[in-house]
């Protein structure tokens, strides 16, 4: 008797593990479709969104995962918040370790500061609009990314020196790419 209620009920455990497991991955498989459909989409929008940057980008964020359309488009707008303040403070790390260098570098590195401090705030502004309504944000999207742009042109300015900001500029406008395509679309 005690012999077929363990095995009963080790059969309950059984058929719930694999329950949940094939739960888990049909949603897995379902947000991986998902943020595959979404970044085709935006990469025929933008072509100059790589299509592989974007699925890393949104599988990277936490949450993506499970996350519908407007969750995930949540998570690519706090995507695009974290690498912009993450470039801010590399760009103020950089004017601590630059005084005494080129005058004009030091500008620019001073206008990018303050575009991506403006850009930031307006992107906060912009994530607080979406969250409260499932859309919107544009502007604060539109913000950031026109901070990059103008921060990766101003460090054009410095014939021969390697553009410090290059790689980061760029992905804060992929990101905002990303971004835009969730708050237009939405």
């Known amino acids: 008797m005690r012999i077929s209620i363990v095995l009963f009920l080790l059969i309950i455990q059984l058929f719930l ?29 933008d072509p100059t969104l790589r299509y592989k940057f974007c699925i890393d980008s949104l599988e990277a964020g936490p949450g993506s995962r499970c996350a519908n359309r407007t969750e995930l488009g949540l998570i690519a707008l706090n995507l695009l918040l974290n690498n912009a303040t993450d470039t801010q403070c590399y760009i103020k790390q950089l004017l601590g370790k630059s005084k005494g260098l080129n005058p004009i ?14 850009g930031i705030f307006q992107l906060k502004e912009g994530i607080r609009a979406y969250e409260s309504s499932g859309y919107g944000g ?21 014939k021969g020196a390697v553009p410090p900001l290059k790689k980061r500029n760029n992905d804060v406008m992929h990101l905002s790419s990303i971004g835009f395509g969730f708050t237009f679309d939405e």
């Not at 990059?148 to 410095?158: A, H, I, L, P």
């Open 17 to 45: 593990f694999l329950s949940f497991n094939v739960e888990s991955n049909s949603n897995s498989c379902c947000s991986r479709n998902l943020i595959e459909d979404v970044c085709k989409n935006f990469t025929q929008v």
């Open 105 to 118: 570098f030091w500008s620019n590195l001073e206008t990018c500061l303050e575009l991506y401090l403006s």
């Open 138 to 158: 544009v502007f604060g999207v539109s913000a950031i990314s026109w901070s990059g742009t103008r921060c990766k042109d101003s460090m054009k300015e410095n």
